[in-house]
């Protein structure tokens, strides 16, 4: 069965500054990877997706299949960035959306 | 377009008895997942409809089933309520049915609250 594991239940940053939420994942097939996040007092959004390799809001993961990792990364994170994220797998591409979700990270930015 | 819109907001049962969540997708959309996401936790798979069937299930027992009506809309039913099934419950719509990946669309989900 898969896994992911996002080891940092909260994250905070100054705005400015980098910003990296980690995210492991254990499946033994070629999955794909995501990230969703929920903003306050909104629903759930994909954020962006591995195999699409875009770069949205200025945020980009990679995915490292050696150490089963595809953390998101953010090179300055903004105040608006503040929200909860989560890292999701699909067992392949063509699994019809059975998603495993991580436990989520809050991303708090500071002004 | 209002989206993925679900009801109701919030209910509250005691133990042992049963309860029923609705669904409406997205304009669009024909598959309906269904996730649960106790407090502090990430959403867990329940199962996904499409054409009227259920056609992916997650680790959840046979208390948890659903229904997708001819109109794409679907419903989730839990017997047997316990205080472990206080969760918020999340519908999600997508397009093309259960062997292909579209991006899902989340609903504001219903908070369930077992007493």
């Known amino acids: 069965a898969q896994r992911v594991t996002q080891p940092e239940k909260l994250l905070s940053v100054f705005k400015g500054a980098p910003v990296e939420l980690k995210c492991n994942y254990s499946?033994?097939?070629?999955?794909?990877l995501f990230w969703y996040v929920q903003y306050s007092r909104q629903r759930l959004q994909l954020l962006l997706r591995h195999i699409s390799r875009e770069s949205i809001k200025g945020f980009t993961a990679d995915l490292n299949k050696g150490e089963t990792s595809f953390h998101l990364k953010k090179p300055f994170a903004q105040e608006e960035d503040s929200a909860m994220y989560y890292c999701a797998l699909n067992p392949t591409w063509d699994a019809g959306n059975m998603l495993t979700f991580g436990g989520g990270t809050r991303l708090m930015v500071k002004p | 377009d209002a989206g993925v819109t679900q009801s109701p907001t919030h209910l509250i049962k005691t133990r042992g008895q049963q309860v029923t969540l609705r669904c409406s997708p997205k304009s669009g959309h024909d598959t309906v997942s269904w996730y649960q996401q106790a407090l502090g936790q990430g959403p867990q798979f329940i199962f996904q409809?499409?054409?009227?069937?259920?056609?992916q299930r997650g680790n959840f027992p046979d208390r948890f089933s659903g229904h997708q009506f001819p109109n794409y809309s679907s419903e989730l039913n839990v017997n047997a309520l316990w205080l472990g099934d206080s969760a918020l419950y999340l519908c999600a719509s997508s397009s093309g049915g259960a062997s292909s990946y579209n991006e899902q669309f989340f609903g504001p989900g219903t908070r369930l609250t077992v007493l």
């Open positions: 409809y499409y054409e009227e069937e259920e056609r």
């Open positions: 499946y033994s097939g070629s999955p794909e």
